[in-house]
């Protein structure tokens, strides 16, 4: 044991021991207050361990730690100066290790990777690849996602877009155990570790502990929303100012009261899981809304790749490999501005609820599906204001649209995702029934459902017309029947006629021949064009 050595293996119990002395400092020290140094000390002189000195003092108080010294020496039969010198030691030591204590606690700042010239080429061919967002979709399922291919590509995406300006949030829905948060844990696994802060609870303050910068352009992986209830206010405000402030009242050194504003600046993405979509409605507003894919198909493939998995038959260091590919990709992505010359001919259909909203997220996931193929789009520059900037094509709207198909659909429609699974199982039973009668004790045993779950549905079918009640009453059951039969089929053709429609309207505005100017027209975009010069 080397003298002069603070031991801290104990917290509670801490020694420092010399040629002369042994002091044990009991309870250990507090790491609040830096202005003060209380300890219980134990001395102890080498030459005589019988005589033992023990006494509370605060190190930082000149005249405490003076008594201190003059009585120890004279209790242990030890110089003045000696124990005045180990004192001195000591303080410096327990200073030490209080500060190196905090700074252990101090969140480690993820190191940017410094990608080889290799990864930053394969990372660029990558993102010049023909069909980009299908060769992203086919490396997503080869890194191990199973199933959920389109709405992984989606999450990719979003997550992407956190570089932006403007990012897009996402919310993953369905019941528990249908996959929503590992589908947002293994895309997040494809986001660079630097970039991003996987979150399982927040106290009520806990953004405001951030620093000012520390969550710009960051992804915020929220593993349940319900983990997230005590910050959804402060979670709003970065989701759509982008930034958040508080003002909180604090004393000065010489006890005066004075206001301090605390800001934590934005942007961020944020991506959360919920089995209620009602509950978190003002969130959900703001985000893009991923539905799980709970069918026996993707549970039969589920289960599939488990056992394939438990066999040894899945190539995971393959899997790695393009794990940290589509990260590479992520970092050789630049910071340049997306502008949509086409964003005037989109449309929303009528049904859509929130169509504000709806549209403003429409247009910045076309503008991120540009931004994802910029080492393919030409780089133009404003000539008023010299800014640089890639535009949207054709492609890219098409691409988003399609993507984005499911999402729209489920915007126009009325009913929750948990209501209208049960309604279309509900029409597929009783078309295989023949009939369009039924009790609910009778759907309950078919479909397997909780007496609960069973009458929300049947209530909020009930409310909006897509279901009536014939006959019976509380006490002997309820006859239904069906009174709307084609409504999803409808709300699917009207999507896709709102997307072939703007699609075809683009391409008949960009394949139509220039027009030709009157006089007065050539002469004054003429005068606007020297104006601008």
């Given at each position: 044991?080397?003298?002069?050595?603070?031991i801290?293996?104990?917290?509670?119990?801490?020694?420092?021991?010399?040629?002369?002395?042994?002091?044990?400092?009991?309870?250990?020290?507090?790491?609040?207050?830096?202005?003060?140094?209380?300890?219980?000390?134990?001395?102890?002189?080498?030459?005589?361990?019988?005589?033992?000195?023990?006494?509370?003092?605060?190190?930082?108080?000149?005249?405490?730690?003076g008594?201190?010294?003059?009585?120890?020496?004279?209790?242990?039969?030890i110089?003045?100066?000696?124990?005045?010198?180990?004192?001195?030691?000591?303080?410096?030591?327990?200073?030490?290790?209080?500060?190196?204590?905090?700074?252990s606690?101090?969140?480690?700042?993820?190191?940017?990777?410094?990608?080889?010239?290799?990864?930053?080429?394969?990372?660029?061919?990558?993102?010049?690849?023909?069909?980009?967002?299908?060769?992203?979709?086919?490396?997503?399922?080869?890194s191990?996602?199973?199933?959920?291919?389109?709405?992984?590509?989606?999450?990719?995406?979003?997550?992407?877009?956190?570089?932006?300006?403007?990012?897009?949030?996402?919310?993953?829905?369905?019941?528990?155990?249908?996959?929503?948060?590992?589908?947002?844990?293994?895309?997040?696994?494809?986001?660079?570790e630097?970039?991003?802060?996987?979150?399982?609870?927040?106290?009520?303050?806990?953004?405001?502990?951030?620093?000012?910068?520390?969550?710009?352009?960051?992804?915020?992986?929220?593993?349940?929303?319900?983990?997230?209830?005590?910050?959804?206010?402060?979670?709003?405000?970065?989701?759509?100012?982008?930034?958040?402030?508080?003002?909180?009242?604090?004393?000065?050194?010489?006890?005066?009261?004075?206001?301090?504003?605390?800001?934590?600046?934005?942007?961020?993405?944020?991506?959360?899981?919920t089995?209620?979509?009602?509950?978190?409605?003002d969130?959900?507003?703001?985000?893009?809304?991923?539905?799980?894919?709970?069918?026996?198909?993707?549970?039969?493939?589920?289960?599939?790749?488990?056992?394939?998995?438990?066999?040894?038959?899945?190539?995971q260091?393959?899997?790695?490999?393009?794990?940290?590919?589509?990260?590479?990709?992520?970092?050789?992505?630049?910071?340049?501005?997306v502008?949509?010359?086409?964003?005037?001919?989109?449309?929303?259909?009528?049904?859509?609820?929130?169509?504000?909203?709806?549209?403003?997220?429409?247009?910045?996931?076309?503008?991120?599906?540009?931004?994802?193929?910029?080492?393919?789009?030409?780089?133009?520059?404003?000539?008023?204001?010299?800014?640089?900037?890639?535009?949207?094509?054709?492609?890219?709207?098409?691409?988003?649209?399609?993507?984005?198909?499911?999402?729209?659909?489920?915007?126009?429609?009325?009913?929750?995702?948990?209501?209208?699974?049960?309604?279309?199982?509900?029409?597929?039973?009783?078309?295989?029934?023949?009939?369009?009668?039924?009790?609910?004790?009778?759907?309950?045993?078919?479909l397997?459902?909780?007496?609960?779950?069973?009458?929300?549905?049947?209530?909020?079918?009930?409310?909006?017309?897509?279901?009536?009640?014939?006959?019976?009453?509380?006490?002997?059951?309820?006859?239904?029947?069906?009174?709307?039969?084609?409504?999803?089929?409808?709300?699917?053709?009207?999507?896709?006629?709102?997307?072939?429609?703007?699609?075809?309207?683009?391409?008949?505005?960009?394949?139509?021949?220039?027009?030709?100017?009157?006089?007065?027209?050539?002469?004054n975009?003429?005068?606007?064009?020297?104006?601008?010069?």
């Amino acid at each position: 044991m080397k003298p002069n050595k603070l031991i801290t293996d104990n917290p509670e119990l801490l020694n420092y021991i010399t040629d002369t002395l042994h002091i044990t400092v009991l309870g250990g020290i507090k790491f609040t207050g830096l202005d003060r140094l209380k300890v219980t000390l134990k001395l102890v002189a080498k030459s005589n361990t019988q005589n033992v000195f023990r006494h509370n003092v605060d190190l930082y108080n000149t005249i405490q730690t003076g008594q201190l010294i003059e009585r120890a020496s004279a209790f242990l039969d030890i110089a003045t100066d000696k124990v005045n010198q180990v004192i001195t030691e000591l303080t410096t030591a327990l200073e030490t290790y209080r500060a190196e204590h905090l700074e252990s606690l101090k969140p480690k700042v993820q190191e940017k990777v410094q990608l080889t010239e290799a990864q930053r080429k394969a990372a660029i061919s990558f993102l010049k690849s023909s069909d980009l967002l299908k060769h992203t979709k086919q490396s997503i399922a080869q890194s191990g996602i199973i199933g959920e291919e389109t709405n992984a590509l989606i999450a990719y995406l979003i997550y992407t877009s956190r570089k932006r300006v403007m990012p897009l949030h996402l919310m993953c829905l369905g019941a528990s155990g249908t996959g929503k948060t590992w589908l947002q844990e293994k895309v997040g696994e494809l986001i660079p570790e630097e970039d991003k802060l996987e979150i399982t609870t927040l106290t009520t303050n806990a953004f405001y502990y951030f620093g000012k910068d520390e969550l710009k352009h960051k992804l915020l992986l929220i593993e349940d929303l319900d983990g997230a209830e005590n910050v959804l206010y402060p979670l709003r405000e970065l989701q759509s100012k982008r930034k958040i402030s508080k003002t909180v009242t604090l004393k000065d050194s010489k006890g005066n009261l004075k206001t301090v504003t605390i800001n934590v600046e934005g942007p961020v993405c944020v991506s959360g899981c919920t089995t209620r979509e009602e509950l978190y409605e003002d969130n959900a507003n703001r985000c893009m809304l991923l539905y799980m894919d709970n069918s026996k198909e993707q549970d039969a493939r589920i289960m599939e790749y488990q056992r394939q998995l438990s066999a040894g038959h899945i190539d995971q260091l393959e899997q790695n490999k393009v794990k940290e590919q589509l990260k590479n990709v992520q970092r050789v992505l630049q910071n340049i501005t997306v502008r949509n010359p086409y964003a005037t001919y989109l449309k929303l259909p009528d049904e859509v609820f929130k169509p504000r909203r709806t549209m403003l997220l429409l247009l910045l996931f076309i503008e991120t599906v540009t931004y994802y193929h910029q080492y393919q789009r030409e780089l133009k520059t404003d000539v008023s204001t010299g800014e640089k900037y890639i535009e949207s094509t054709i492609a890219d709207i098409e691409g988003a649209l399609t993507l984005l198909e499911l999402t729209l659909l489920k915007k126009s429609d009325e009913l929750n995702d948990a209501c209208r699974n049960f309604f279309e199982r509900l029409k597929t039973w009783l078309k295989l029934q023949g009939t369009e009668n039924f009790y609910s004790k009778d759907i309950r045993s078919a479909l397997r459902l909780s007496h609960s779950s069973m009458q929300r549905y049947l209530t909020e079918l009930e409310r909006l017309n897509y279901v009536k009640i014939i006959k019976g009453n509380r006490y002997k059951g309820f006859e239904y029947k069906v009174s709307n039969w084609n409504d999803l089929e409808q709300l699917q053709n009207k999507s896709k006629e709102m997307i072939k429609g703007v699609l075809d309207h683009i391409q008949s505005i960009t394949s139509s021949p220039p027009v030709a100017h009157t006089g007065n027209e050539l002469l004054n975009s003429q005068k606007k064009r020297k104006n601008r010069q």
